[in-house]
């Protein structure tokens, strides 16, 4: 297992958020998180590259390993640890910067500034996500200036410049139109045979399309987690099958 949790809980402030959460989370595959608004979906993606440190208030008990390493250990490097686990957001965020200069931006973090270096990384991480020759001509111009769907790849590709393990992916089509969100999902679907991808998302499609195993979450507990096919045509709670079925969310 790639990412474990165990008895994992969180509160913002008096507020808890997750509930003893024990889940266990395949190589190379996609997770997904199912659950109505406010279930702690989010939440729970967040703590896997220790976002929510950045919330004032937040305690977190139990444990996460990735890799086998306490991420919550004080010798935990959480530079590297975000450098291994990135985050895909709802609405794509590309930084004011060229295209060149956004999927290079992580590299020189990581002190990489050789010329010909750079050209590779962002060759090939254009190439992963199948922007390269489309854009090759234009890496000058303004990553603002692309489709909403073309700045998603690209936010994918920017990560994937720093060579991760792990993406986190929260909502990462909802700000986008049916076609644009079917070549995201195929391009999840070829990033799969390289990374571990972990989807949150609201739409139960999506998940059923994609995902090889999906948890669903109420009220900031795990109801259940089993492979997709069981979830779907199958769950052992009834809870789930209310959700899938429409009954509520």
């Known amino acids: 297992m790639i990412v474990e949790a165990s008895n994992l809980n969180l509160y913002y402030?008096?507020?808890?958020?997750?509930?003893?959460?024990?889940?266990?989370i395949k190589e190379n595959l996609i997770?997904?998180?199912i659950?109505?608004?406010g279930c702690g979906k989010s939440?729970?993606?967040?703590?896997?590259?220790?976002?929510?440190d950045l919330i004032r208030g937040v305690k977190i008990t139990g444990g996460v390993l990735i890799d086998g390493e306490d991420i919550h250990s004080p010798m935990c490097d959480l530079i590297l640890l975000r450098k291994k686990v990135g985050m895909v957001f709802q609405r794509p965020n590309a930084f004011p910067?060229?295209?060149f200069d956004n999927i290079a931006y992580g590299p020189r973090i990581w002190s990489i500034t050789d010329k010909k270096t750079l050209r590779d990384i962002v060759e090939r991480s254009l190439t992963a996500v199948d922007l390269f020759d489309v854009l090759k001509n234009r890496l000058k111009e303004s990553a603002l200036s692309l489709s909403a769907e073309k700045q998603q790849r690209l936010c994918i590709a920017?990560?994937?410049?720093?060579?991760?393990?792990?993406?986190?992916m929260d909502e990462p089509c909802s700000s986008l139109d049916p076609i644009?969100?079917?070549k995201i999902e195929e391009l999840m679907l070829e990033l799969k045979r390289k990374y571990t991808i972990?989807?949150?998302?609201?739409?139960?499609?999506?998940?059923?399309?994609?995902?090889d195993e999906v948890g669903f979450m109420l009220l900031g507990e795990l109801i259940e987690f089993n492979s997709t096919k069981k979830i779907f045509t199958n769950p052992s709670d009834k809870r789930t099958f209310d959700y899938i079925s429409g009954r509520f969310g």
């Open 158 to 168: 920017r990560l994937l410049a720093v060579e991760p393990e792990i993406l986190l």
């Open 35 to 37: 659950g109505p608004s």
């Open 198 to 211: 972990i989807i949150v998302t609201h739409n139960m499609q999506q998940a059923a399309r994609i995902a």
């Open 31 to 33: 997770t997904g998180i």
């Open 43 to 52: 939440t729970l993606l967040r703590v896997f590259n220790r976002m929510n």
């Open 180 to 182: 644009a969100t079917g």
């Open 97 to 99: 910067l060229s295209i």
């Open 13 to 24: 402030g008096s507020f808890q958020g997750l509930k003893n959460i024990n889940l266990s």
